[in-house]
């Protein structure tokens, strides 16, 4: 297969198992963020596949052939770190035709090379500048055109733009998948931010303790979360408690929910439903009512805090559709079957 498989990948450190048994196939091409909160393993599974670390299990090949032991330097890879380490002492230029020079690269070449990558990262006056007079958003594409310099293998990032403020990051995020677009290389991004991911990523893994815990497209994590702690990382989300009754049909706090069911055999679950997704209504005219605990205007939004079967359930609605209601109402909540997703406890 042309692409990155990972076979039974663990790492250990000490008592510590920092990955655990992994598996995941990457086609040639594929945008893959790794995504999970703090100390999930992202990082030190990234480093595996550098080579920076080296796995106490498993296999890393590439195109068909083992690199699980070959040497960094080796691997033809393009990586970019937080820390971005650009050589201070370095311009633009010599920056990104580092790695060129140090394989002997004839200099016309290099020079070439560099103004090609200065256009693709939309700095092309920028080559004398000392990195040192550049802004954080700039630093950053001198980065990536550095790490890409070589026409690396594979294009590892390790959270490239959490230094950044959040609109420009936003910005880079988009910038960053057209660029990975352009050129079709194979990009692993290790990120916690989950609007990144969504934004760039054509395979989203969602890691927790070491492991994987859903791979697949941002929209099937988003609509289709596997369980509830991906349900709960990927965006926001609404989390009941729901027991069958004697036919398998969903209860909340003893109501039922036409047309969503437990699968067969589960007694508890729970249910999953997405702020935008849940219908307010007059009290009358929905089989769960609630009390509005906490109305929320963000002006593009407005979110409806809503207490009822013991929890919190959040509305997101348009200001136009805004629910005409204050704080200690009465609310009727309609959770949409096909919105529902139903996942074990
Ligand atoms: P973060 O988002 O905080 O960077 P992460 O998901 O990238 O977290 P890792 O950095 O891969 O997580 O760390 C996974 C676990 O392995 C953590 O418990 C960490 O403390 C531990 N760990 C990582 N590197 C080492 C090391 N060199 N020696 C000992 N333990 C380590």
Redesign the pocket.
């Known amino acids: 297969m042309s692409g990155l498989a990972l076979e039974g990948i663990a790492k250990r ?1 000490g008592a ?1 198992t ?1 990955v655990d048994d992994l598996s995941l196939t990457v086609p040639h091409g594929t945008f893959v963020c790794l995504l ?1 909160p ?7 599974l990234l480093r595996m596949i550098a080579g920076l670390e080296s796995p106490s299990a498993g296999r890393i090949v590439l195109d068909g052939a083992e690199i699980t032991d070959l040497p960094t330097h080796r691997r033809d890879f393009g990586m970019v770190f937080q820390s971005l380490a650009l050589f201070p002492h370095l311009n633009v230029r010599d920056n990104i035709a580092y790695a060129l020079r140090i394989r002997g690269v004839p200099k016309a070449e290099q020079e070439a090379r560099v103004a090609e990558l200065l256009d693709l990262v939309h700095l092309p006056d920028f080559g004398n500048r000392p990195v040192g007079k550049l802004s954080g958003g700039q630093k950053q594409r001198v980065a990536i055109a550095r790490a890409l310099a070589v026409s690396p293998r594979l294009f590892l990032l390790d959270e490239p733009l959490s230094a950044l403020d959040a609109k420009l990051r936003e910005a880079m995020q988009v910038e960053l998948r057209q660029l990975q677009q352009k050129l079709g290389i194979t990009t692993i991004v ?1 990120t ?1 931010d989950q609007r990144e991911a969504m934004t760039m990523a054509d395979l989203v893994v969602v890691m927790g303790e070491g492991r994987i815990r859903q791979a697949a497209a941002p929209v099937e994590i988003y609509r289709r979360p596997a369980d509830a702690f991906v349900a709960d990382f990927i965006g926001s989300t609404n989390l009941l408690d729901v027991a069958a009754n004697g036919s398998g049909h969903a209860l909340v706090d003893g109501i039922p929910l036409p047309g969503v069911a437990l699968p067969a055999g589960l007694k508890r679950a729970r249910l999953s439903i997405r702020p935008e997704d849940v219908r307010l209504t007059a009290p009358a005219e929905a089989p769960l009512t609630g009390r509005v605990t906490f109305l929320r205007d963000l002006g593009g939004t407005v979110e409806t805090f809503v207490a009822v079967a013991g929890t919190t359930v959040i509305a997101v609605s348009t200001p136009r559709e805004r629910p005409q209601v204050a704080a200690g109402d009465a609310i009727g909540i309609q959770l949409p079957p096909e919105a529902c997703v139903v996942l074990p406890q």
Do not use: Q, R, Y
């Open positions: 450190f510590l920092a999970g703090s100390g999930c393993g992202k990082t030190t290790v916690h």
